[in-house]
Each structure stands twice: as C-alpha cells, then as structure tokens.
C-alpha cells in the first residue's frame, strides 16, 4: 500500500528530488491500510514532519511551506497554543479525546487518535483514542 500511496502524492516524489538529504516525516492510510478508510478508496499519504540532513528538523511553517509548494497534503492542525502547565494539556487533550471525529471525503468517522507536538522542544506525544481502543479490540 505504501507504493500506491507514494504514486497519488506526485509532489512527494518531486520534493524528495529537488532537496536531495531531506526526509519526509508522514502517514500512510486509507483503504487497506487498516480499518480506518476515510473514504477512501485507496492508500494516501499525509505529511507532518521534515528533516534535513545539512540542518536538521525544520520548524512547522517551513515545513507547512513546503507541503503547500508540492501539493503534498498535511495533517491538519487542530490547535496552536503556548504551554502553561500540564493541568491545561491534561485538559485540552480530554476535550479534544472527545471530539475526535475525522471528516474526510464526506464521510464522518471516528478518529485514531491525535499528535501533541512542542513547537520549541520538538517533544512529541501521540494519544490515541480510548473510543478508537474500544471499537477495534
């Protein structure tokens, strides 16, 4: 699946060609990938982190940059805040937890779960849902 994914994301390719030592951070989903289709009647690739190997990771607007200039989709981000405590990501993520639902192709459906990226640190968390956890065990 991973093949056909990289084939519907042509900008990728091209990305990979024109920044030679850059390496793409993403996701392959959609139908056969797992149980989560989306919509989808084949694989695709979503895109959330780039490295470079002359200068490291780089930060989330070049990144964005660059999936915009090759067409490369992105994950969506949901929200953008700066770090008071843990009382207030404990919180955030409850709430998000709640209302993870992914509307993609028109097709409502609920979501694996989320990442929580530090923009300063580039500490990473990624929750996955307990309603993902409970649907698919």
Known sequence: WGQRAYKN???LEQLLRDIPGISIYGEVYGK?????EYGMKEPHFVGFDIWKQDSGWTNQAEALM???????????ILYNWVYSGPEHLINLLENFQQSLLALRNGVS???EGLVVQSLETRKILKLVSNYYLEKVT
């Open 109 to 111: 459906q609920l979501s």
């Open 9 to 11: 994301t042509p900008g």
């Open 66 to 76: 660059l999936f915009s200039e090759y067409a490369i989709p992105c994950v969506p």
């Open 32 to 36: 056969g990938v797992q149980e989560l």
